[in-house]
């Protein structure tokens, strides 16, 4: 079935479809519609799930934490600062590896307050053992809701769906929403390794030595550092599932096969924008007046930042003349994450094309066409002319 | 009325093992041995960061034959609430939740999780040792120390504030379950857990948790200074059931008769050094208003 609705509603069909069981969340704009339309499904009985309605982001995460934790598929939602309150949770729910669903409505971060879109909540708790997939459209939303659930419990590490606030998740446009019995045949249901059993007592998320130490039976456990290396191990092999598990939902929906990378016009391109999120559908307009011109530049959006598609990023942009990234995102005082993990990953290859940065949109600033048009285009005529210093479009100072 | 448990009938199930981390003559050993015995082995526990993490041992060696939920400091009451969740959704639903935390992940940090829970109104027990300080990371003052006492943060002059009182701001919340209890009386704090787990929504107890380490006395003591906390007055044992409140066991035979002086307890701690004989004074005078008010109110 076809709707047009927001992307709040296509992730919260999304939750609906993938059967969730435990639900906690807290309001906090962009993301409040989503939980609203949540708690709707469930106290019309149209879901059966428990609706928690917490007292905050922490508490939203905590639930999860412990349902999951208990056997039970959970999912809850926030944005900048609620994701920030959560953020020793996010650690905790990644070291107890629980495949919990998060969508973060990516927004600005106080202070000063902004309501309004950019990535900084988002990009700032990369490191904390989650999954990160960005969405372009909300069809996207919808079916990336319903793998993470999938990828989440098939590698024991929690997702968070990422889509841009206001820009899509208050913007209406058609999607489709998936019949349930085919997400059934997609998603199997949770079976978690072990759950909380008084039949079958442990004591999970112990004080854990820096040594290896034996159990009871005289077994070697893991100390802290073997868990943490398994957290890792398992984030990089997470890739591969991405890819895997992207083919499956083809078969299945007839949707996906860009698992990492979402590519428009880079056929024969020397130059290639690259970013996060629905600001690569608008580069496609850019992309396509920059053709006009006769400059051979494409884009690419990334849909899997974490764990970070090296291998993918080096097939696609090791030689180019050129790669440019665009981010809403910054890390102060030195440049764009995404720029600097991107030369990270060119490093290694023979042919490092020039990498450039552009920094714009922070707090919902506007994003011009124009402006996106004549930064590319400088990018690709002078290449060797922009520097390894992020430059700002849009400043008015 | 339900008949009072004696060591005659007391349950012989050991749910805690012996040879455990906790420190000689700790409080809370009595009462986490006690208190597991009356939450029985249908139950899950959530256990903030505090003296007790460390009691229950280190991985992969667990001390405590339940299955224990470890979580963040300020989450053990959201985490009880998606321990209840899990099981209500899978119909789970007689399994017992039961949060078990020290007075700063009670009083302190944890208080805006727990006020959300029994706001809430999810249907778990929350037990608070109250120790009267943040023992596990080394004696610093917290919400519940009393006024006076020298801790590590209040070295030389001792707290200037007074006792938050946590199971009144927990009342407040309207839960049907509201008790104190203390380690000296193990067998009223049994009874106490066997009574809230015959109620639904929130349950909230109390316990008075002397510590040898921290508040400076020898560990064969334990007992004889948490019955002089009661006896002399100071900490109270009551319940508040269904908004009725009244004073229970050794507090209860309290009512109308003379209580040793406060000076008593405070003479057995070193925390207590810096009180000066004005202040020892004042809280006395606090004291004696307080049981007046008691003994007018319950006394024949």
């Known amino acids: 079935?076809?709707?047009?609705?927001?992307?709040?509603?296509?992730?919260?069909?999304?939750?609906?479809?993938?059967?969730?069981?435990?639900?906690?969340?807290?309001?906090?704009?962009?993301?409040?519609?989503?939980?609203?339309?949540?708690?709707?499904?469930?106290?019309?009985?149209?879901?059966?799930?428990?609706?928690?309605?917490?007292?905050?982001e922490h508490s939203a995460l905590s639930v999860c934490i412990a349902a999951s934790s208990t056997g039970s598929r959970a999912f809850t939602a926030t944005s900048a600062n609620g994701l920030l309150y959560m953020n020793e949770q996010l650690h905790w729910a990644a070291g107890a590896r629980l495949p919990i669903v998060m969508c973060v409505v990516n927004r600005g971060i106080g202070s000063p307050w902004t309501v309004w879109n950019d990535h900084q909540d988002a990009i700032s708790q990369r490191d904390t053992g989650w999954i990160q997939l960005y969405c372009c459209d909300h069809q996207q939303i919808i079916d990336t809701v319903i793998q993470a659930f999938y990828l989440a419990e098939t590698v024991s590490v929690p997702v968070m769906v990422c889509y841009d606030g206001y820009i899509l998740s208050h913007t209406y446009m058609p999607f489709e929403i998936p019949k349930q019995a085919d997400v059934d045949k997609f998603l199997p249901s949770f079976k978690p390794e072990y759950a909380l059993n008084p039949n079958q007592p442990a004591n999970l998320n112990t004080v854990t030595l820096p040594d290896v130490r034996?159990?009871?039976r005289g077994d070697m456990a893991p100390g802290y550092m073997e868990i943490r290396h398994n957290l890792h191990a398992d984030m990089r092999d997470a890739i591969d599932v991405v890819g895997d598990i992207d083919?499956?939902?083809?078969?299945?929906?007839?949707?996906?096969?860009?698992?990492?990378?979402?590519?428009?016009?880079?056929?024969?391109?020397?130059?290639?924008?690259?970013?996060?999120g629905s600001l690569s559908y608008h580069l496609r307009d850019v992309v396509d007046i920059l053709r006009e011109e006769g400059i051979p530049v494409g884009?690419?959006?990334?849909?899997?930042?974490?764990?970070?598609?090296?291998?993918?990023?080096?097939?696609?942009?090791?030689?180019?003349?050129?790669?440019?990234?665009?981010?809403?995102?910054?890390?102060?005082?030195?440049?764009?994450?995404?720029?600097?993990?991107?030369?990270?990953?060119?490093?290694?290859?023979?042919?490092?094309?020039?990498?450039h940065n552009y920094i714009l949109g922070l707090g919902g600033r506007e994003i011009k066409t124009a402006h996106l048009v004549d930064a590319l285009r400088n990018s690709c005529v002078d290449t060797d002319k922009v520097g390894d210093t992020p430059v700002w479009i849009g400043l008015k100072m | 009325m339900t008949e009072k448990t004696t060591i005659l009938n007391l349950s012989e199930d050991e749910l805690v093992h012996p040879g455990n981390r906790a420190c000689a003559g700790c409080g809370l050993s009595i009462v986490y041995r006690i208190g597991l015995k009356a939450l029985g082995r249908d139950t899950?526990?959530?256990?903030?960061?505090?003296?007790?993490?460390?009691?229950?041992?280190?991985?992969?060696?667990?001390?405590?034959?339940?299955?224990?939920?470890?979580v963040t400091f300020a989450s053990t009451a959201a985490a009880a609430t998606g321990v209840l969740g899990a099981l209500k959704a899978q119909g789970r639903e007689s399994t017992l939740v039961a949060a078990w935390a020290g007075d700063g992940g009670t009083s302190d940090i944890g208080i805006q999780a727990l006020s959300g829970a029994c706001e809430r109104g999810e249907n778990f027990i929350f037990i608070c040792y109250d120790n009267e300080a943040y023992m596990n990371t080394g004696v610093q003052r917290s919400g519940t120390t009393p006024q006076g006492v020298i801790t590590t943060t209040t070295p030389f002059s001792g707290k200037s504030q007074k006792k938050k009182d946590v199971p009144s701001i927990i009342a407040a919340h309207g839960i049907d379950y509201v008790a104190t209890a203390s380690a000296a009386y193990p067998l009223d704090l049994y009874d106490k857990i066997v009574k809230a787990k015959t109620m639904n929504g929130p349950k909230y107890i109390h316990i008075h948790t002397p510590c040898p380490a921290g508040w400076g006395f020898n560990p064969r003591f334990t007992v004889k200074i948490g019955k002089l906390a009661v006896e002399t007055g100071l900490y109270d044992l009551y319940e508040i059931e269904n908004n009725k409140w009244r004073l229970t066991g050794a507090s209860k035979k309290l009512i109308g008769k003379k209580r040793t002086p406060v000076n008593e307890y405070f003479n057995t701690q070193n925390r207590f050094k810096a009180l000066s004989d004005e202040q020892i004074s004042d809280i006395q005078k606090e004291v004696d208003i307080k049981w007046q008010s008691y003994d007018e109110t319950y006394g024949n």
């Open chain 1, 214 to 216: 034996p159990d009871v």
């Open chain 1, 299 to 355: 884009v690419a959006g990334l849909r899997l930042y974490r764990p970070f598609p090296d291998q993918a990023i080096r097939d696609m942009l090791a030689d180019l003349k050129g790669v440019i990234v665009f981010e809403k995102a910054l890390s102060y005082g030195n440049q764009g994450a995404l720029f600097a993990d991107i030369k990270a990953a060119l490093y290694s290859s023979k042919n490092r094309p020039k990498v």
């Open chain 2, 44 to 70: 899950i526990l959530v256990v903030p960061p505090s003296c007790l993490t460390v009691l229950q041992g280190l991985y992969p060696i667990a001390a405590t034959q339940l299955p224990c939920l470890n």
């Open chain 1, 247 to 276: 083919k499956k939902f083809n078969q299945i929906f007839g949707r996906g096969e860009n698992p990492y990378i979402e590519t428009y016009r880079c056929d024969a391109a020397e130059f290639v924008a690259v970013c996060l």
């Open chain 1, 1 to 56: 079935m076809h709707i047009i609705e927001s992307g709040n509603v296509a992730a919260a069909n999304g939750v609906k479809l993938a059967n969730v069981k435990v639900i906690a969340a807290y309001p906090i704009t962009p993301q409040t519609p989503l939980t609203e339309k949540l708690s709707e499904f469930v106290d019309a009985g149209e879901m059966d799930a428990q609706y928690i309605p917490v007292e905050s």
